[in-house]
């Protein structure tokens, strides 16, 4: 299960936007006091899956999932503080990606020397923080490799001492590590790492009621934050979403004319969630389950074949694939035959998104 973990300042709406997105029931604003974190897994949104459960008659339906975990605000001075990073930073290293939840609406409760509107403030104050703490794990991990290396000459530890290098010097200058471009053998070499800043982050601009109808005007703002590698901006209302969440059809019709509303807004930050961690969804179907899956961009059909089942992968023959928006449009299986869109491929095939594959195997 990949994991996002939801962070930013004290009072910004964290709980809130967790609620939002999961339709959970969390208790709000009661100052990051509670030690256990909040956990859900949520399904990511795929109107595809009902289609296609319509064309095979399917009785389920099995969404790709994403878990996300609400972790208590992060306040300056975290990653200093030996205890304190025990328990914010090392529960934001457990996490695949970040949601940052960035407060633009006033807060009285905010606990701050100056609690003004000022989201700007606020990211390059958690970003900071991120980038510090990364700082200190590579300081450290390069001060112990500097006294291995005067008693014997490693060159493993050799090598991982000039990535970590290079690191440190796109840190120093402020930026997070997701900025930069870093090898594939190098990644591997860092990955037991957990850097914060190395994680794919969403920032959610967390709104007030009155910029709800600005919405998009205000995300442009922000344009230069989605522009970095792995980073994407989202909007929300979380207060008026999570509200929503438990309304029936009418009630939330009269939300959404009154506030001018995105009705989709928690869908939207759950379906970039997913984009961001560079996964794409390959389906497939029969007449028990449609079923969305996930895998790595660049995923052979072999690869694919092993995302649904071991055995299936072992005994892989051939895939036929059929793109969603064909099988749509012609309604079965046997028609996208017919008017030639299913191909048959062996197993190098790099999955596209979209594709409705069926495995052919033998075990
Ligand atoms: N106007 C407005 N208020 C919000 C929004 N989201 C949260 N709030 C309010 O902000 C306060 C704090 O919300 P929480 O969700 O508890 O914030 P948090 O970041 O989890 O707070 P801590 O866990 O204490 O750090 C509550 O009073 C919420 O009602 C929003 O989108 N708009
Ligand atoms: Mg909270």
């Given at each position: 299960m990949l994991t996002f973990g939801i962070i930013g300042l004290p009072q910004s709406g964290k709980t809130t936007v967790f609620n939002a997105i999961s339709g959970s029931h969390a208790s709000i604003g009661d100052y990051s006091t509670s030690k256990?974190?909040?956990?859900?897994?949520?399904?990511?949104?795929?109107?595809?899956?009902?289609?296609i459960a319509e064309i095979f008659k399917s009785g389920r339906i099995v969404n790709a999932e994403i878990e996300y975990i609400d972790i208590a605000g992060l306040t300056k001075g975290a990653s200093s503080d030996r205890k304190k990073e025990a328990a914010y930073i090392h529960a934001i290293r457990q996490t695949d990606a970040l949601l940052h939840v960035v407060r633009c609406f006033e807060n009285p409760n905010v606990p701050h020397p100056d609690g003004s509107v000022d989201p700007k403030r606020d990211i390059t104050e958690v970003d900071s923080e991120l980038i510090l703490a990364d700082l200190v794990s590579i300081e450290n991990r390069m001060d112990k490799i500097e006294r291995?290396?005067?008693?014997?000459?490693?060159?493993?530890?050799?090598?991982?001492?000039?990535?970590?290098?290079r690191l440190k010097i796109v840190l120093e200058d402020e930026k997070p590590?997701?900025?930069?471009?870093?090898?594939?053998?190098?990644?591997?070499?860092?990955?037991?790492?957990?850097?914060?800043?190395?994680?794919?982050m969403l920032y959610i601009l967390n709104l007030g009621e009155e910029?709800?109808?600005?919405?998009?005007?205000?995300e442009k703002g922000y344009s230069y934050l989605a522009g970095m590698p792995q980073s994407g901006v989202a909007s929300i209302c979380a207060s008026l979403q999570m509200d929503i969440a438990d309304f029936d059809e009418s009630e939330r019709e009269e939300y959404i004319k009154d506030f001018g509303l995105d009705i989709a807004a928690s869908e939207k930050i759950i379906k970039k969630s997913f984009e961001l961690l560079g996964m794409l969804s390959f389906l497939t179907g029969n007449e028990n389950?449609?079923?969305?899956?996930?895998?790595?961009?660049?995923?052979?059909?072999?690869?694919?074949?092993?995302?649904v089942h071991s055995d299936i992968q072992r005994g892989f023959i051939k895939a036929e694939v059929?793109?969603?928006?064909?099988?749509?449009?012609?309604?079965?299986?046997?028609?996208?035959?017919?008017?030639?869109k299913l191909a048959l491929h062996g197993k190098d095939y790099i999955v596209e998104e979209g594709d409705v594959i069926l495995f052919m195997f033998n075990v």
């Open positions: 256990k974190a909040n956990m859900s897994v949520v399904k990511v949104p795929d109107e595809r899956l009902e289609r291995t290396l005067k008693v014997t000459k490693k060159e493993q530890e050799a090598a991982e001492y000039k990535i970590l290098e590590l997701r900025s930069m471009e870093i090898e594939k053998d190098d990644l591997k070499a860092i990955s037991s790492y957990g850097f914060l800043t190395l994680k794919p910029q709800v109808p600005s919405r998009a005007e205000i389950e449609v079923h969305c899956w996930r895998i790595r961009r660049g995923s052979t059909a072999h690869e694919a074949a092993g995302a059929v793109k969603f928006e064909d099988l749509d449009k012609l309604g079965s299986w046997a028609k996208a035959r017919e008017a030639g």
